[in-house]
């Protein structure tokens, strides 16, 4: 797939300096008309979207239904089109659903003891397996970073042979606490730091199990999210009629630190000192001392057809030229009860925030004169899952991503007030992020990198599926310098969203909140939209960037 070829991308320091610099110097022209987005709309559509009625808006769970008929009833009443399939609302998208199912036996020996590792407490367990997932004193190889990248002359595995053998690494990836820039280019998390790549690059490594050591800040979440969402199914793409669908991996999951540290003490070694020595490049995986793993669980496994929402304004010059809008439907809907016995995970941040502004963009847009392009409004199912909605429309598009100009993506991670700022995610990669610093200025904003690059925002969410094919993707959020109670308040607010409240049942809809910041993202992304779909430009990929030559190699399609 074309994720082994991604290559890890920093944003150049002088690029982001330089959209400092153009970001900072506000009001210089007034605003030319005023913002069509509505707070109290977006507010209340976020009411009703995460009210205990959607019951978390679960794919294939009890809250899709009422999801997708409320998003159809919106869209067709402000006059949009059914963009999906043969004329309808919907692209259906097949799944695979993995229930574990039964007791689940884990435990690592050491010498003559056996030390159990508790689900949910010590480690996550999840498997791609139907049926049994087991195996018995598989040795444990601690695998550093469990990155290869050759690109960057980088291999963690390199002379070791992992077969019948679990991998341990480490979250993140090499640079994320080393004291300089190193080949990863900083603090930034690069692709092979994501939790799926370590999976994949273990699997291609032909380990039959990995666990990823869990630390709050290179994970960008706290333990309890992980635990709180161990229990619930997994899914995946389902593959074509006819096609296989199993594989040998088993155990994939996460393994809590104290856990790690005294698995290595265990086995002799220093935790904290393997951590430095993983940061360097020379860095080789090493048998944790004659620590095996021992696995038992089961998986059963069922295809379901879930649904994107898509509408459509077809363009009045070139129809065929598209802009993408899409945020994603779906939260993590019904999981285990919390202290109060709530079971509903009701995302009303995510993602309820970024589907009620996306909705308001498109009413938007069909209040105004109609564009030269058309413009694709698609509301994405299982992004929780693995971004699995845009990845199914990215690899089987309505309307090709040849002529798709540009992906916005609403996506924010908190409710925030009127803010000074926009956070510009994974900045350095698309010449659209000048026009945003443009555009941004219009209603007095600038644009700042994000404050946590570490956090790898720029491959967990939906445009990431299209701009690793190409298509120039912009994602941007509300910004973190309110105006009432500056950064500071505006980073206090996200820290203790993401502690408490991020995937778990207590994101619930709080009628105090101000959608002003939501109103300043959508209306930056109506402005650039429109812009994009009454011009004849073609927004490409800086120099350099890996998504270039993807979207270069389809120039024909768009003279």
Not at 83 to 108: C, F, H, K, M
Not at 121 to 149: E, M, Q
Not at 287 to 311: K, Q
Not at 386 to 398: D, F, Q, S, V
Request: some cysteine; charged content about 25%.
């Amino acid at each position: 797939t074309s994720s082994r070829k991604t290559r890890p991308m920093k944003a150049p320091a002088l690029l982001l300096a330089a959209l400092l610099v153009a970001g900072c110097t506000t009001n210089l022209a007034p605003p030319s008309e005023a913002a069509p987005l509505s707070a109290a709309r977006i507010l209340e559509d976020v009411r009703i979207l995460s009210s205990d009625a959607f019951a978390g808006r679960g794919p294939a769970q009890a809250g899709e239904r009422p999801t997708l008929e409320y998003l159809v009833n919106a869209l067709s009443s402000a006059g949009l089109q059914p963009g999906g399939a043969n004329g309808s609302w919907y692209q259906d998208v097949q799944l695979l659903r993995y229930d574990r199912t039964g007791p689940v036996e884990i435990a690592y020996r050491i010498g003559s003891e056996t030390v159990p590792l508790a689900v949910g407490r010590d480690v996550t367990a999840a498997s791609r397996i139907v049926g049994a997932t087991g195996f018995a004193d598989a040795p444990l190889v601690f695998a550093g970073y469990g990155v290869n990248a050759p690109q960057l002359g980088w291999n963690d595995y390199q002379g070791v042979d992992m077969r019948g053998k679990v991998a341990v690494v480490l979250a993140n990836d090499p640079d994320f606490e080393a004291e300089a820039p190193g080949r990863f280019g900083g603090r930034a998390m690069t692709y092979p730091g994501r939790f799926g790549a370590k999976v994949e690059e273990a699997q291609r490594q032909g380990a039959i199990a990995v666990l990823v050591v869990h630390e709050d800040a290179p994970a960008s979440y706290p333990w309890s999210q992980v635990a709180n969402s161990d229990p619930a199914p997994g899914f995946g793409l389902a593959p074509a009629p006819g096609a296989a669908s199993g594989t040998s991996f088993g155990l994939r999951g996460w393994l809590h630190r104290d856990r790690a540290v005294d698995l290595f003490r265990r086995a002799g070694l220093d935790f904290e000192a393997l951590k430095r020595q993983a940061r360097e490049p020379g860095f080789r995986a090493i048998p944790l001392g004659g620590a095996a793993l021992s696995a038992r669980f089961s998986t059963e496994t069922e295809r379901v057809t879930s649904r994107n929402v898509v509408a459509r304004l077809p363009g009045t010059a070139r129809p065929n030229e598209t802009i993408l809008y899409g945020a994603h439907w779906d939260a993590n809907g019904i999981g285990p009860a919390d202290a109060r016995g709530d079971r509903i995970r009701n995302g009303a941040i995510d993602n309820a925030v970024g589907t009620a502004t996306l909705l308001d963009i498109a009413r938007a847009f069909a209040r105004g004169p109609r564009t030269q392009r058309s413009i694709l409004f698609a509301f994405w199912t299982a992004e929780e899952k693995g971004l699995l909605g845009a990845e199914y429309y990215a690899a089987n598009p309505l309307h090709p991503l040849e002529t798709t100009a540009a992906v916005f993506n609403l996506d924010p991670h908190v409710a925030m007030g009127a803010a000074r700022n926009l956070d510009l995610i994974g900045g350095g990669r698309t010449e659209l992020e000048d026009d945003l610093v443009r555009i941004a200025r219009v209603d007095g904003l600038r644009v700042d990198p994000e404050t946590n690059p570490e956090a790898g925002w720029y491959f967990r969410s939906d445009h990431f599926a299209f701009a690793r094919r190409g298509v120039p993707a912009v994602y941007f959020r509300a910004g973190r310098d309110l105006v009432a109670g500056g950064r500071a308040r505006g980073e206090a607010l996200a820290a203790d969203y993401n502690a408490s409240r991020y995937h778990h049942t207590s994101d619930e809809f709080d009628p105090a909140w101000d959608m002003a910041g939501a109103v300043q993202e959508g209306t930056a992304a109506w402005r650039l939209g429109r812009e994009l779909a009454n011009s004849r430009r073609w927004p490409t990929w800086r120099s350099g960037v890996e998504y270039r030559g993807v979207r270069d190699s389809s120039a024909a399609a768009r003279r």
